[in-house]
Structures are given as C-alpha cells and as structure tokens.
C-alpha cells in the first residue's frame, strides 16, 4: 500500500508540475491550482520516501532564507501593530507574506525535478511551456483588444475595455504592445525573462549537432520569441537578460567563444545575408514606432512623462532612513508611501494626480522594497539568496545539452531586472520563478539520482568525490544545507554578479534622486505626430523659469506639423486634501510668443475638454472624454493670456477621484506666414492652470 501511494503521489506531482508549466503563460488562476496540487501531492512524499529526506538537503537553505524575509516582515509588523485584531486580515491580504505559499513551490519543484526519470519529461514541457508563452505574445502583437480580457469575457470584446497600446505601423499592418494573455506588459515581460535566456543559450549547445527539423523549429521560436521582447518594451528585462547573457558570454562556465555553433559556408553566407536582413528591418521599424522610439530615448531622459520611478524611490527612501532596522512592517508600505506622498502634494499641488496614479504597492526595486518593509537584515537576506542562486550558475557544466538547469537559467536575470521593477511580488512572474528555481537547482545537482541519505558514509562520499573531480563539486553542491553556508572560498565572480549592477543602478539614480520633485514632472501631450509631442513637452514651461528660455524659438519642427492639433494635460476641477473640494478661480494659462521669431503662428483654437480621473492602469478601463467649448485667440509677440471663465464644477465628492475630472486643453496653432521651420509657442500652465489669477492654499 505505500509503495503504492508512493508511486501515485509521484505520478500526481509530476502532471501537476507539468500542467502548471502550460498553464502559467495563460492564467495566473488556473496555475495556482495547478501549483497548489503540486505542493499537496509532493510534500507527504517527504515523510513516505527516504530519497526525498536526501534531496530536501539540497533546497533547504533556498527555502529557508526566503522564509526568513517573509518571517521578518511579519515580526515587523506584529511590533508596529496598534491592536491584533484587524491586524492579521489586513496583514495575510496585503503583505508580501502572503506569498509565503508560493514559496512552497520551490521544494516541490526541486524534488520532482531531482528524480532522473522526470527530467526529460521536464524538458519537453519547459519548452511547450515556451511555446505557448511566445506564440501569446506573437498573437498579441498583431491583437488590438487584450487577449487575456477578450477570453474571460467569453471571446467577445466588452465596451469600455481598455485596448492594447498602439506601437505603430509594419506596411499597413498595424501593431501593438505585446502581452501575450497578461494584465500588463512588465509581468509578460518578466515571463520572457526566465524563459529566453535559457532557450537561446540550450540553441548555442545543440548548434554544435547535426542540424534537422526540430533545430530550426528551435531557432524559429528563438527569433520570434526575441522579437517579441524587442516589442514588449520591459526595459528592465531587456537590461537583466542583457547582463545575464554577458556573464554567461564572459566566465567560463558558458563561455560563448567555446559555444559558438559550427556551420558550413553556405550556412554562414545565409546567417549574414538574414542578418543584415534583420538589422535593417529593425532600423525600419524603429524609424516607424513611436512607442519604441520613446522606450528607448526616455532612458536617458529625465524629463519625460513616464517617470512614477522617480516618485516611487523619492518617498521610499524616508521610509528606509526612519525604519531602518525593523522596516514599516508587511502590508503597510503602501499607507506609508502615501503619507511621505502627501507631504509632497502639500508642497506641490500639481503632483495630486500624478502621486496618486503612481503605483504604491511595492518599491518597484526587490531589494529596496524588502529593506522598507523588513529592514536591513531582511535586505541581507534577500543579497543571500541571490548570492546563492550565482554561485550554482557558476557551477553549471555547459556541455550538457538540454540540461533543466540551461533551461531554467533566465531566472537569473530577474535580479539586475529587479532593480527597476518588482517582479518578485508579482504573483504572475513569482509563482514560475520558484517554479524554475526549483528545477534549475536539481538540474545543477548532480546527485539528483541518487541522493546523499543519513545512512551514506563519508568515507564513501570522499571516494566518489576524489574519483571524479567534476562529482567532487556536485557533492558539495548537493550537501550545501546550512543555512548560511557559502563556500570556504570567497568567489570573486560571484561577487562581481552581484555587485557590479547594484552599483551601476545607483550610479543612474542618485543624481536623479537629487532633482526637485517639479523638475521632473511633465504635463502628458497627446498628438497624431511623435515629434510635435515631443515639441510640445519640450516647449512646456517650468515653475519659476527664466526670461532667457521664453527667447529662444529654436525648434525642430515643420509649420506642417505644428498646425496639427495636440491636447495637453490640464487641472482638475477640485482641490486637494481628500475629500475635495471645489476650484472656485477659473482655469488660465499663457502662451508666449518669442519676440524674435520669424515664423509664429497668429491665431490659437482652444477646444476645452472634460476627462475623467481615475487610475486607467488600475481600474484596466478607459478614461472618458467630452468637448465642453471652445475658444479663440489672435497672438501677438510676447504674453497671451488666456482666461477660461466658465467649466467649474461646484460639488463635493467623498473622495478622489469619484466626481472630479480634468478640464485639459486641445490646441490648434494656424496662421503661419510661410512653410518651413516654425517657431513654436512656449506655453505656461503656472503651478494648477493660474497663470491669470493665481492659487492659493
């Protein structure tokens, strides 16, 4: 009867694994179940089946450093809590704790992935698992409606959804954000994170054999699933799959000199041809897609309308410097954002709507956000995981084609990705990470057949070990159970994986960091053409700007272009705090006209518009608009002031923002005297549309 139950309870966990890896890249709620029963049919394995006890060794200290951050801010919050008794609701609801079953997923996955017999399986369906994943995104990328609503509503598109974001034109196939059947494209973009670098790096190994069908099916999928990531735009995945496959390139254990594939001349000649092929077509397609265009510029501009990070770290770091050692407690980093918020908004009314839109649930960096909400000791164990996790990359043996652990090796680079989001709170991206940590660990292990028992003596150990120098370090490897054990040799190489990006982000942030808070913010411009948006941003004065900007007309832009309508950003019709209350001045705004331009325009049409102001990306529904008036103005050089009399609203909402809406600005410049280069207007919304009669608190 146990050997029985034994049998079984293996066969479950091993479909349960494998139809948790097809199910992830399509709903985070049917791979729940799937991990939840993989996690019920593994874990009594560890009571009924000795090999198990062996391999728990193995995984142990993983599990328990995770365990130990996730311990940390519930004693954090335990400390700070007023009374206990809303305490753990809140507490088991918001905080990262509440992903502690999650974690459970890594043993489970481990010893399923350790026994020999299920790795093979493993490996097919890693990568239908990529298959799917890909094919989503490559779906997507030609889908105007989000494939994931589209499907939970019954294949039918539901009015009001939001639509995917437009990336621009191929020919005249149109082309979209792709996100495969995720919310948002960071989470799809971190799916890609674990799961291109391994397929290209298992693509340089099996290069080596003879080529037939199934390779350059491998290879198709390859190039559309890096095409796929070149369109989904998760800059912060580009950057950790980037320093990955560096490392990778550059040590020994997959040195990419020693991997490059051999191929005959004819191959060659047709790997150049379809290379060049693709450096042009990629030049094409920047040249024609806005969204990538601004991607890739805005990471290196600090002036641009996409910029929550900023906000983000500003008011985390406080939180950082007063709780240092204990952290704000799990559940409670979002109500302490808010609050340094609010002392922002105090000073700054203006940054009202853009401070509540920006996304308070996490830090949006992994190792800051578990330093805010379980201090630094909770930051240190996060550093060791990691530290860990590097130290069995560089133990991989690369000669091991279609290895669980090539495969599974893109989990790595969520760390320098993490940097700039979290994707380690994410339930989308963090339940396969455990996943294929599991499985990279019992692919590095090679013990995974037969595991180190209490009853293995050590002088039989050492034998085997000394035999083969290669099991020499797989023994370690498999014996490595205490919980700060790290090597008695300090790895440089490991510390450089480490260090070297922690580095380099705050070398990108600090100066950053040191901005004021309106030095950042940008009015949102929307317009047919990309390069008046960005005439427009750029023309958008700052609080207490010189004289000497107003005079200069320089711009970059054609009478045909700045003759097109665009639609700036405006205020809202209420005042903070929360509840609201109503504006009572009305809307103004100046557009200055360089003296010294050659070609202004001379009239100005003002369509006023009414919009709505809640969180789009929270609520994944469409801000309505509406035309409320209109209004004209002929434009002389220097000041023009425009005063918008009516469209106030005199209500008093509950709380913002049900009932308060924008009243933004559609401009249309005309009357220019010649074509060529035009001198485009500077425009002045003072601190809340108040450039007339200004505001007070």
Known sequence: MKEGYIKNGERLSLISLCLFLLSF????????????????????????????????????SFFLIFFGMYLLTLFSSLLQADSYSPFFKKFIKQSEFGDFWMLLVLPASYLIASEKKNQKTLNRFLYASATITILLGLISLFSEVRI??????????????????????????KLYLPIGMMNTHLTYGGLLGLILPGLLLDWFQRGKEKKNLLFYARTALLLGGWIVLFFNQSRSIWLGVFVLLVIAGLHGTFSLKQNIPEFTGKTKWIFGIGLLCLLFSGAYIF????????????????????NQRYYIYKNTIPLVKDHLLLGVGGGNYKDSHWKESTKMIEGQEQ????????????????????????????????????????????RIDPNQNGSLSILTIGILSLYPAGFFQCYLLDDEVLLPFFAFCGIFLAGTN?????????????????????????????????????FFRFRGKFSFSIFGAIGIPLFLYWLFWIPRLNLNPLEVYNR??????????????????????????????????????????????????????????PRVIPFSFTIHVPENATNPPKKVEITI?????????????????ADLGK???????????????NFLLNTYPKEFPDGVFFRDFRILFSGFEKEGRADFPKLDFGKICDTVIPQTR
Request: hydrophobic share 35%; glycine share 6%.
């Open 631 to 645: 209004i004209e103005r002929f434009l002389q050089p220097g000041k023009n002031e425009v005063l918008i009399p």
């Open 351 to 394: 940054l009202w709507y853009e401070l509540y839109i920006t996304p308070r649930g996490h830090a949006h960096n992994d190792l800051l956000h578990f330093v805010a909400v379980g201090g630094i000791l909770s930051g240190i164990l996060f550093l060791s995981f990691w530290w860990k996790l590097w130290d069995r990359f560089f």
């Open 148 to 173: 994931g609503k589209f499907v939970a509503n019954g294949f039918r598109y539901a009015p009001g959804d939001r639509l995917q974001h437009f990336s621009g034109n191929l020919g005249p196939i």
């Open 25 to 60: 890249p399509q709903s985070v709620s049917v791979s729940q179940i799937f991990a939840g029963l993989m996690i019920a049919s593994t874990y009594p394995l560890l009571y009924f089946k000795k090999e198990y006890k062996g391999y728990w060794k193995g995984i142990r």
């Open 524 to 581: 949102r411009v929307r317009a047919s053409d990309p390069n008046l948006v960005k005439t427009v941003q750029k023309n958008l004065l700052k609080p207490n700007f010189s004289e000497i900007g107003i005079q200069n007309p320089a711009t970059n832009i054609t009478v045909e272009q700045a003759s097109l309508p665009f639609q700036v950003e405006g205020c809202l019709t209420h005042r903070f705090p929360n509840p609201p209350v």
């Open 609 to 625: 518009v009414s919009r709505d102001s809640f969180d789009q990306d929270q609520l994944y529904w469409a801000q309505g608009e």
């Open 446 to 482: 090679k013990f995974s057949s037969e595991p180190p028992s209490d009853s293995s003596s050590p002088s039989k150990m050492q034998k085997k070990t000394e035999d083969d120098p290669k099991r020499k370090n797989a023994g370690e490897i498999a014996e490595d159970s205490k």
């Open 287 to 306: 040249r024609n897609n806005w969204l990538i265009q601004r991607s890739v510029s805005q990471i290196f501009e600090v002036h641009n309308t996409e």
